[in-house]
């Protein structure tokens, strides 16, 4: 899979952060593409975490037997509301995003928190992508023809989701809540839900195993603890909280 349209698409769908009232927002400030975007690790420091992920539950295992069961169940939820908000967040954007930095958010996008997420975001991808191509794990859709609720898999073959283990909706969710809840740490529950949540939903949307949701946020939470080591994460951190916690001034009742 070309993971480059992916991660355009991704980082575009950063939540837009509401500036301070004053001076006037500023143009919002367009996500660069993942040929131009660079994180805050190396290309060698980011994939230093690769050894930290396991492979994929092997067939008959305890863990791949949850793996079948949970996608088996899922089939009950098709057309539910969970199926609903599934279809919503296919670009990791939705509601409960909203919701979770509560009115510290407005129509234009914050440009330091944008940066933040857009720049972590990057790290993830060398090493999911590796993962991906080492692994070549199929999705659970291919196995059965199943029903899924997005549209690149309704041919049943879903070639153009790529490999599903480990999951990216899931990491980069769990990656920008763990960075937001530092940003935003009064929001730090509900922002954690969010992220718990962007990947309960590529569950319920029927596009991955479990394993692969649970270990695309492990690879997440590993490369986080690299980020948070570094001078420019920790400094863009900082922006990103004062532009926080300016907008819940200029917004927030």
């Given at each position: 899979m070309n993971f480059k349209p992916f991660v355009a698409a991704t980082l575009l769908a950063a939540p837009a952060l509401a500036q301070p009232a004053a001076p006037p927002a500023a143009p919002p400030a367009t996500a660069m593409s993942a040929a131009t975007t660079?994180?805050?690790?190396?290309?060698?420091?980011?994939?230093?975490?690769?050894?930290?992920?396991?492979p994929p539950p092997v067939k008959n295992s305890p863990a791949e037997v949850a793996d079948r069961y949970t996608y088996a169940v899922s089939a009950s939820g098709v057309g539910s509301p969970a199926w609903?908000?599934?279809?919503?967040?296919?670009?990791?954007?939705?509601?409960?995003?909203?919701?979770?930095?509560?009115?510290?958010?407005?129509?234009?996008?914050?440009?330091?928190?944008?940066?933040?997420?857009?720049?972590?975001?990057?790290?993830?991808?060398p090493p999911m992508a590796a993962a991906k191509e080492k692994f070549g794990r199929n999705r659970p859709f291919t196995t059965d023809k199943g029903q899924a609720c997005d549209p690149d898999a309704a041919d049943g073959i879903g070639e153009a989701l790529g490999k599903a283990y480990p999951s990216g909706h899931a990491g980069i969710g769990w990656l920008w809540a763990l960075i937001l809840s530092d940003a935003l740490p009064e929001r730090a529950d509900a922002i954690r839900s969010f992220g718990q949540a962007t990947g309960d939903l590529r569950l319920a949307c029927r596009v991955h195993w479990l394993s692969d949701v649970t270990h695309g946020r492990i690879l997440a939470t590993a490369l986080y603890q690299k980020q948070a080591e570094t001078d420019a994460f920790k400094a863009d951190l900082a922006a990103a909280k004062a532009e926080l916690a300016a907008a819940a001034l200029a917004t927030c009742p």
């Open positions: 660079s994180g805050y690790l190396t290309r060698d420091a980011a994939m230093s975490i690769l050894p930290l992920l396991p609903k908000s599934a279809i919503e967040q296919l670009s990791i954007r939705s509601a409960s995003f909203q919701q979770a930095l509560g009115c510290a958010i407005g129509k234009q996008p914050g440009r330091a928190t944008q940066a933040l997420l857009t720049r972590a975001a990057a790290d993830f991808v």
